[in-house]
C-alpha cells in the first residue's frame, strides 16, 4: 500500500541558516503520525513544507506517490490546524467551516448542510451563527478542526494545536482528537514539543532535533528503546549515568555500574569504552543498604500520584527514582543511606 | 510619592488655553460670522443664513459650483487611484518577503511627506512644461494622485501589519486561489486601514492648496484657489460660509476615518 506521504532527503535553507538537514520518513495511511522535538528543531517548517507555505530547498514530498513539493498550497489535498486557529474574524462560524468547500465550488445548499455536520461532530451546533471571537479558546480550537476536516483533506496537518488550551482541557482534547482521527480515517500529522502529548496520542512519533530526524518509531519503541542521548532524555525523565562497556555482543551489552556491579542490558551501540547509559527513574527499586549501587536519599519530592526521590551515588552521580506514593509506601528520609537495583529494561546503553 | 498628573505643572492650565485660542479661535469666527445678517464681516447683525444661501445662488455662485464640483470630482478620483496604488505599495512592502530595493522604495513612497509642498509645485509645474503637457483638470489631478499616495499609505501599512499572515495561509490551504485569498479574507481584514487611508487622501486632495494652483492652469478652479480668488478681491461673508461648510465635510471625514480605524481593531 502507498503511504500517506513520503518525505525524501528534503532540506529547507532560510538565508544562511539551515533549518531542515535532509529528513526523511514516510507516513501510512490513515495514521497519527506526530513530530516531536524541541522548540526550533524544525517542526513547523516541515509541516509548512507538507502544506506548501514553503518551498523546498531540496528534496521530495510525495502525497499518496504524488511529488507536491511544487503545487501551489490550493492544490494540494491537505488541510491545516494552525497554532493560533487563523479562523477568519469576520465571518461567522458556519462560514469558516464552509470556506474550504465555497473554494471547492460547493453549492451553498450543500456546503452548509456539510459545515453544519462537522460542527455536530465537534459539539458546535449552537455556535454557528457567531463570530469566532466570542468563542473560548477550546471552542475556537473545535472551529479550526471542523474547518480544516470540512473538505475531507487525505492529510490533517496540526501545529501544536493544544499549547493554548487549559490543562484539564488539553487532556479531554487529546482523547477526542485521538477519537477523530480513528472516526474519521484521515491521516494526521500533528506536531508537538510535548512528549506526553506525542505518547498518549500517537501511532508513530518521529523526534527531531535540530533539523534531523533523531527516531521514528511506536511510542513505546521511542521510550523503551532510544537510540540515542537525545531521544532518552527529550522522552520522558531519565538518569544518564557514564558507564564502562564491559562486553557487548549484537544489540545486549554488559556494562559496569558506578559501585563495581555489572548488568545486561539493551543497546544502541555497538561499540565498547565509555558510553551513557539511560536509567528510568520509575525501574528503579530502592533497597536496603548492601544491595545494588550505594546512594544516599538528598531529597524527596512530593508529585501526588508519584515521589520524586532524588539520591547521591557514593561516587558522587546524583540520580532520581521514582516511587508510587501507594498507601503503604516508606517515604525515606533525607540521610538515609539506601542501596538501588535495577528492574528488568531500566537501563538502556545508548549511542551519544 | 505617586507621580503627579500632567494637569498639576505650573502653567498648565495657561499654556492650554493659549494653544487652543491660537488653535481654534479663527475657526470659531469664523464659523460664527458665516452665520451673521450683515455685509459687515466685523460687525454682527443677527444671525441668518443669507450667506449660505448667497454661496448657492449669489452672483458668485456658479463659479463656486464649477470649483466645488472640480474639487470634489478630483478628490474623489485622486483618493481611488491613490488608495489602489497605496494598497497594492503596502502589500508589496509587507507581504513580499525582502525584496532588494525595499528600503529605496519606503523612502519614495513617503518622500511626498517630507518634501516642501512648494518644491513639489514648483517641479511638478516645471515638469508638466517640459513635457509640453497642457495644465488643466489632467494636471491637477495627477499631481493630486502623486501626494495623496504617502497619506493613504499610512494607515494601510499600519492595518496590514498587524493582520498576521496566518489569516491569508489558511485560506489558500483551504483551497483559495490567489485572488481569492486577497478579496475574501486579506482585503475585508485591510478594510478599516483601507477606508481610512481612502478618507485621509480624499480630505487632503480637497483642501491643498499650493500645487493646485501651480498647475492649475488659467480658467481653472478648485474650490481653495476659487475662494482665495474671492479674498484677494475683499473678504466677503459668503467666504466664511463655504469656508464653514469645506471644515464640516473635513471633521466628518477625519471623524469618520478615527471611528472605522478604531472599530477595526
Ligand atoms: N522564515 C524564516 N526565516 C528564517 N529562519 C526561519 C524561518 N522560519 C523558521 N526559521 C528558523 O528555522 C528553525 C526551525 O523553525 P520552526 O518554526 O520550524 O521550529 P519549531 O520546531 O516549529 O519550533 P517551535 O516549537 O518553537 O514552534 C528556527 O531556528 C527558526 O528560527
Ligand atoms: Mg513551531
Redesign the pocket.
Known sequence: MTNAVDIRKVTKV??T?T?LHGVSLSIRDNEFFTLL?P????????LRLMAGFEEVSGGEILLFGQNIASLEPNLRPVNTVFQQYALFPHMSVIDNVAFGLKMKGWTLPKRRARAGEMLEMVHLSDFADRLPTQLSGGQQQRVALARALAPQPKVLLLD?PLSALDLKLRQAMRMELKQLQQGTGITFIF?T?DQEEALTMSNRIAVMSAGRVQQIGTPREIYETPVNRFVADFIGETNLLEVEVAAIAGDQAEVILPGGQRVTCSSATTEKGRHHLSVRPERVTLGTVGSGMQAVVEQVVYLGTDLQVLVRLDGGTAMQVRIQNAARTEVPSPGTRVGLTLEEGAARLLAD | MALRSVRHYPGFLAVTVLCLVVLYAPLVVVTAYSFNDSPSITTWGGLSLRWYVDVFTGPEAPRFRAAAWNSLSIAFLAATIATGIATAAALAMLRAGKFKGRSLTFALINLPLMVPEIVIAVATLIFFTMIGFTTGYLTILIAHITFCIPFAYLPIAARLQGIDGSYEAAARDLYATRAQSFFLVLLPLMAPGVVSGYLLAFIISLDDFIITNFVKGAGMETLPTAIFGSVKQGIKPNIMAISTLMLAVSILFVTLSYFINRKGR
Open positions: 532560510f538565508g541558516f533549518a522535538g522548540s526550533g528543531c524544525g517542526k513547523t517548517t516541515l501544536e506536531v514539543h
